[in-house]
């Protein structure tokens, strides 16, 4: 059985919308940290931090969801 970081590995060589998902997520990650690192955040940096933490979370979402598909597709292949 593959381990999810093998199944990583072989869907960013293999899979150019996980790829772009995972990009996204990393750079979503990123404005993330900047808008934490304020102490105060105002009523328009709360929205925007409401909106990147759900977007993270559906992309994150969307790479599991690539991931069982992969699982699930080689299970299938090898019970062939």
């Known amino acids: 059985m593959l381990t999810e970081d093998v199944i990583v590995d072989l869907l960013r060589q293999s899979n150019s919308e996980f790829r772009q998902l995972e990009e996204s997520h990393h750079r979503l990650d990123a404005e993330l940290a900047e808008l934490q690192k304020r102490h105060v955040l105002t009523p328009q940096e709360e929205l925007q931090k409401k909106q990147i933490q759900k977007e993270k979370l559906a992309k994150k979402d969307k790479m599991a969801e690539l991931m069982r598909l992969y ?10």
């Open 71 to 80: 699982r699930e597709h080689r299970a299938g292949a090898a019970a062939r």
